[in-house]
């Protein structure tokens, strides 16, 4: 029982030959169940993505306002308070300034773009 070496073909260079434009690629079939479990998994991903990515928005601007107004609160009382020297009081009105210029630029910014 002699056994003959199996000849191989390279089918992306049958390609080739064919058509330089030609792809051919192999896929192994899905059965429906395995179709509708991966649907569920995809689903199911996308659903976790939107949750974390909408946590993650929250978290984000939560931080951000607490900060902005936790800065705003100490440039008012540096600002209204008389035991604060000249010098704070100049720190806390460009702080101020800052914010209310970032702030405005960015809202009326945003609203150019709608």
Do not use: C, N
């Not at 306002?65 to 540096?78: P, T």
């Amino acid at each position: 029982m002699g056994s003959e070496p199996h000849s191989s073909i390279e089918i992306p260079k049958l390609a080739a030959q064919i058509s330089p434009e030609l792809d051919i690629t192999i896929e192994p079939r899905e059965t429906p169940e395995e179709r509708a479990s991966r649907l569920r998994r995809e689903k199911a991903q996308a659903e976790h993505e939107r949750r974390k990515d909408f946590i993650l928005f929250v978290v984000t601007t939560t931080v951000t306002v607490l900060v902005a107004v936790a800065v705003v609160g100490f440039s008012l009382y540096f600002l209204a308070s008389p035991q604060v020297d000249a010098e704070a009081k100049q720190w806390a009105s460009t702080v101020l300034s800052s914010l209310i210029t970032g702030a405005a630029g960015y809202l009326y910014g945003k609203s150019k773009k709608d």
